[in-house]
């Protein structure tokens, strides 16, 4: 069974930078898509930042390229979002998403594409 552990939301001042974890337990494949989608109260869903664990590539939305940058530890299973100079429209409920599929260049920004999802670390931004 996978399991997706997001954890390293916060609060912080416009400017400021945090850094989410996600550790996934239970895939038997080290080519997978994982990443982040977020969402405020209000809004839909919305993809932020995507990985390929079998290549590497990497899906931005337009509004954090620049400022956050995905990673991972093949070794740990492991995916990390470092969020820089963050800005209060980044305040949002954060989700670690799976799927044990390549990332496609067409599909990787829709949630229903995703199998597994975190729980959610919540991520707050003051002006």
């Known amino acids: 069974q996978v399991q997706l552990m997001d954890s390293g939301g916060g609060s912080v001042q416009a400017g400021g930078s945090l850094r989410l974890s996600c550790a996934a337990s239970g895939l038997t494949d080290s080519r997978n898509c994982l990443g982040w989608f977020r969402q405020a109260p209000g809004k839909e869903r919305e993809a932020v930042a995507i990985?390929?664990?079998?290549?590497?590539?990497?899906y931005y939305v337009d509004s954090v390229k620049g400022r956050f940058t995905i990673s991972q530890n093949r070794y740990k299973n492991a995916v990390y979002l470092q969020m820089d100079a963050l800005k209060p429209e980044d305040s949002a409920m954060y989700y670690c998403?799976?799927?044990?599929?390549?990332?496609?260049?067409?599909?990787?920004?829709?949630?229903?594409?995703?199998?597994?999802w975190g729980q959610g670390t919540q991520v707050t931004v003051s002006s």
């Open positions: 998403v799976a799927t044990t599929k390549a990332c496609g260049d067409s599909w990787w920004h829709l949630a229903d594409r995703y199998n597994y």
């Open positions: 990985i390929y664990t079998g290549g590497g590539n990497t």
